[in-house]
């Protein structure tokens, strides 16, 4: 005889899979969270480039954080520069003033970010670089990288993690320079370009 269980296993969906997201549309996106620079400060620069997978095609949900010294490489340490509004606690954007070296950016629909922030200045031996941590589909954790500026030949030549990569890896560390003050930098998950990226212990 044959029974049928309505909650038996023969009958139960299967358990959906567990993705990585991307869930970073809710929360983590601010009101300017990329003006890192405050306003009308005179070493103010622009970073931009496309996040692109290992099929070339530019990610519309990537997400990223960048940090970065002052001009003169100091690592900043002032308090936040967000606002909050004080009847609903939501984000207002950065109040303008303080350099926290430190921004959240999301990619457009076209795969697009771009920031504001300070030139960094050289921190001991290294070149001038902004550090980045990007979250996209399909990693199972985010990936660390740098992006050091073209100004500066001699620098990046003496700089320890670039001289030991060879040219065409270590172009994808540096900016391309468009034009005073804009800078642009792409980020390739895989494939032919791949960016560097980076492993801290």
């Known amino acids: 005889m044959t029974t049928t269980d309505p909650g038996g296993p023969g009958t139960a969906l299967p358990t959906p899979s567990h993705t990585v997201g991307p869930f970073y549309g809710y929360a983590l996106p601010f009101p300017g969270g990329g003006d890192i620079a405050p306003l009308g400060h005179p070493d ?62 999301q990619t457009d629909a076209d795969g697009h970010w771009y920031a504001r922030t300070l030139r960094p200045g050289a921190r001991g031996r290294s070149a001038p670089y902004v550090s980045v941590c990007v979250f996209a589909r399909g990693l199972l954790t ?32 540096v900016a391309a320079r468009e034009r005073d003050g804009v800078y642009r930098f792409d980020i390739r998950l895989q ?11």
Do not use: C, K, M
């Open 142 to 173: 985010h990936l660390f990288t740098r992006i050091y500026l073209p100004d500066d030949e001699a620098a990046l030549a003496a700089d320890p993690l670039l001289s030991r990569l060879p040219d065409a890896r270590r172009d994808t560390l």
């Open 191 to 201: 494939g032919e370009g791949e960016t560097v990226f980076l492993e801290f212990a």
């Open 44 to 105: 103010t620069l622009t970073l931009r480039g496309y996040v692109y997978d290992g099929a070339g095609d530019p990610l519309p949900d990537a997400f990223l954080e960048l940090w970065g010294p002052d001009p003169a490489g100091n690592v900043p340490d002032v308090d936040g520069s967000l606002r909050r509004d004080q009847a609903t606690g939501g984000h207002l954007g950065r109040n303008g003033v303080e350099f926290t070296g430190w921004g959240r950016v």
